[in-house]
């Protein structure tokens, strides 16, 4: 894990991540894809974790395509990519089923 102990990315997930997202959705029902994307203009400052920095890219990513809107630039950076596949608390045997269940990148 790059820089941060595997319990900080729970804590990144949880209130970086999934908090995004929330925002994301309350802009959405209150304002539409125009208020909403604007949640992701600014890029988000490097967490020190890589899993984390390409969540949130990938996050910007795939609601943009949902909803169709224009992906910001950074998530295209290469410091956001996860060079590996990443499983926040996924056990092993489920791994496969939340393979199949992820959407692709794009």
Same mark, same amino acid.
């Given at each position: ?8 990315l ?34 988000? @400052? ?5 899993? %984390?920095?390409a969540? *949130?890219?990938?996050? /910007? =990513? ?15 950076d290469?410091?956001r990519?996860? @060079? ?5 608390? %996924?056990i092993?045997? *489920?791994?496969?089923? /939340? =393979? ?7």
């Amino acid at each position: 894990m790059a820089g941060v102990a595997a319990g900080r990315l729970v804590v990144w997930w949880r209130f970086g991540v999934l908090q995004t997202l929330d925002d994301y959705t309350s802009c959405l029902r209150r304002g539409g894809t125009s208020v909403a994307s604007q949640v992701f203009t600014r890029e988000p @400052p490097p967490t020190g974790a890589v899993e %984390v920095d390409a969540a *949130f890219a990938a996050l /910007a =990513d795939w609601l943009a395509g949902r909803d169709g809107w224009q992906a910001p630039a950074w998530v295209e950076d290469p410091g956001r990519v996860c @060079p590996a596949r990443w499983y926040l608390r %996924v056990i092993e045997i *489920f791994r496969s089923e /939340a =393979d199949v269940q992820s959407p692709e990148a794009s």
